[in-house]
Structure formats: C-alpha cells, structure tokens
C-alpha cells in the first residue's frame, strides 16, 4: 500500500495553492505542474484548451484507463470600471460569494502588471451606510478597491486595468497542527496534489501502473467543459473532484468519498462498485454519497461523446466553494483507492 508522505504532501500543497489559477488563467499552474512531472520522469503535453495530459505506458495493454484532477479554481474577472474607481466584478465559476466580502485580492493586468485591492461590499460602513449589514452580497453588491490613489476610472485606465482582467483573492492556505488542510479551492488542487504524490511515489519505487493510463490535469472544470478534450481511446475514467459534506449526506473530512450519484444522473455501476470493494476491502475510511448540486469531469467528457465508463472519488470537503476544509486523513484515503485502482 502507498505510504501517505506528509512533507510531499505539504510541498506540493504550498506550491499549487499559492499560484493562482482561476478557470480561464491556468497557464502559471500548468507550467508548474508540467515542471513537477518533468523532474520526476514523464512525458507530458499540454493540450490546445491548456489541460496537461501524461500517457503512461502500462503492464497491460488491452484497456486505457485515466484519472483526473482540476487545477482551475473559482475567481472573478473586471466587469467594469466605475467612476469613483472601484472595479465592478463578474464570477468565474461559481463562489459563495458573501465570503469574499473583505477579502484581499490580486488584478492581473493583460500587459502582465499585478495590482492589490480588497473586495469590498458597496454599502461598507457601518458608520455610513444604514444597510451595511443587512445589504445582500451577490457579485453587484461587492466590487475591488484598489491600493492605487484612483479617483476616477480613467485614473484605473491609466494604470493599464480594462474589462476583462483578472482578479484572484487570498486563498489563506494553512495546515493547522491538528492535520486540517483550511483554504480556499481545496476544490480541486487537494485532488492534483494527490496525483502529484501518487507519480512520485511510482517513480521513486519502480512500479508499473496495471494498464496504459492518461493522467489528467484538467482546466475549465469549474465552466464545465473541462474534460471535453480528453483521449476517445479511454475505456475507463475516475475522476478525483472534493467531496460533498452537510445536511443528510454521508460524507466527511476524514473519509474519501465515493460518488453514485450527482446532477448529470448516475456514474457506471460495475466501475463505482469496484471501487467501493476496493475500499472496504483494504479498510479505507469511505463512504457512498450523492450531490444533488454537483457536476464533474466525468459528465463534461460524456457530453463530449467519449465512451468509457466514469466514476468519481475524491476527499470529503467542507463549505464548498466558500472558505473550505478537509483532513489530512481524507486526502490519504483518497491516495490510497486510487493508488489501489491504478497500480495495485
């Protein structure tokens, strides 16, 4: 069985969560991880859509299996400059956005400068505004304040800002003592690190993967198109993607979860039942669940037309899409079925 390497864990973690990468704007991150897999031994290539794609040649040829992980996060991108200055937003991907009410944020310029800023409510004194706490904070009521003297939004035009930029806000990474891995976009880069992990610990132990496999590094998921772009030659396709916690669901930080169901309808039967055998057959803490509110790599390639069979897997996260959390236990659950899947 893999052995669950808490300083890899925490490298890569660092690494991935502190490049920004909101859907649309993956480049940085793609190019690290394309470093990482390089220094380690395998081939990879980025695809036309910017997704990194690694084929890896198998002891056993008669079927193509793939997994996956999603380096593009949540973000925001200018709508429009307003007269006083401030920048008003729109949403890449879908953020629980009363969250980002007071949070520190980068623009990224198209000719490549970076400004800071706070995301802050349009009503945001208490000492002014009568509704500064009642106010709602959907993506109009919120809008960038930048650390520049602007006045104006030609001043804002002047500094090179347009519709269109990018904006990305603080993830606050952090691995408490207690094992808690507390940040945003656990969803997915909890998932990539595992993969990261999983080609590491193959390459420093001489295994062989069961069959040809493709490993995926997907972009877009979060505007579900992401996986549109995989191989046809798959047969089989277990996606890693968070884990649903709350309300009646089964799921939770400490466990990997394995999904039946989500949105899009049903994942393959024989394939998720195999991976729940997997599980309880080596004593992983897991559970089975469905996400009502969800989609995942798996129906963007299906809509694409690709015929294989999907499953999805992935460490139970809490708050998703907001200020996440998950365990140290939970991502090595997850390690550890889809090294059973792929290798064992």
């Known amino acids: 069985?893999?052995?669950?390497?808490?300083?890899?864990?925490?490298?890569?973690?660092?690494?991935?969560?502190?490049?920004?990468?909101?859907?649309?704007?993956?480049?940085?991150?793609?190019?690290?991880?394309?470093?990482?897999?390089?220094?380690?031994?395998?081939?990879?290539?980025?695809?036309?859509?910017?997704?990194?794609?690694?084929?890896?040649?198998?002891?056993?040829?008669?079927?193509?299996?793939?997994?996956?992980?999603?380096?593009?996060?949540?973000?925001?991108?200018?709508?429009?400059?307003?007269?006083?200055?401030?920048?008003?937003?729109t949403t890449l991907g879908g953020p629980s956005t009363p969250t980002l009410d007071g949070e520190y944020c980068k623009v990224y310029t198209r000719d490549g400068r970076v400004y800071q800023g706070t995301i802050?409510?349009?009503?945001?004194?208490?000492?002014?505004?009568?509704?500064?706490?009642?106010?709602?904070?959907?993506?109009?009521?919120?809008?960038?304040?930048l650390d520049e003297v602007v006045k104006s939004k030609t001043d804002v035009e002047k500094l090179g800002i347009q519709n269109g930029d990018i904006v990305c806000y603080d993830t606050k990474f952090t691995i408490t003592e207690s094992g808690f891995l507390k940040t945003r976009f656990i969803d997915d880069k909890a998932s990539a690190v595992i993969l990261l992990m999983l080609l590491k610990y193959v390459k420093e132990n001489n295994l062989e993967f069961k069959y040809d496999t493709k490993i995926y590094f997907i972009v877009y998921e979060e505007v579900g198109h992401g996986a549109s772009t995989v191989s046809s030659s798959i047969d089989e396709f277990v996606t890693l993607d968070?884990?649903?916690?709350?309300?009646?669901?089964?799921?939770?930080?400490?466990?990997?979860?394995?999904?039946?169901?989500?949105?899009?309808?049903p994942y393959d039967y024989e394939l998720t039942t195999r991976l729940i055998n997997l599980a309880k057959e080596n004593n992983l803490d897991y559970t089975v669940d469905i996400f009502p509110f969800y989609g995942s790599d798996v129906g963007a390639a299906r809509s694409a037309g690709v015929d294989f069979k999907g499953a999805l897997i992935g460490t139970g996260v809490a708050a998703s899409h907001g200020m996440e959390r998950t365990h140290i236990k939970g991502i090595e659950n997850t390690l550890k079925l889809i090294y059973l899947y792929l290798i064992k």
Not at 51 to 79: C, F, N, P, Q, Y
């Open 1 to 89: 069985m893999i052995n669950f390497n808490k300083k890899d864990f925490e490298f890569y973690s660092k690494e991935l969560f502190l490049c920004d990468s909101p859907t649309g704007f993956t480049h940085k991150a793609i190019e690290l991880v394309k470093g990482f897999v390089g220094e380690l031994g395998y081939e990879s290539k980025v695809l036309n859509n910017g997704a990194l794609e690694i084929s890896i040649k198998g002891k056993d040829s008669s079927k193509v299996v793939a997994t996956s992980a999603h380096i593009d996060t949540l973000g925001l991108m200018v709508r429009s400059i307003k007269g006083n200055g401030n920048l008003a937003l």
């Open 120 to 145: 802050i409510s349009t009503s945001p004194a208490v000492h002014v505004y009568k509704d500064a706490n009642s106010k709602s904070r959907d993506i109009d009521s919120l809008e960038v304040r």
């Open 242 to 265: 968070m884990g649903c916690v709350g309300l009646d669901l089964a799921g939770n930080e400490f466990a990997v979860s394995i999904c039946a169901k989500d949105s899009h309808g």
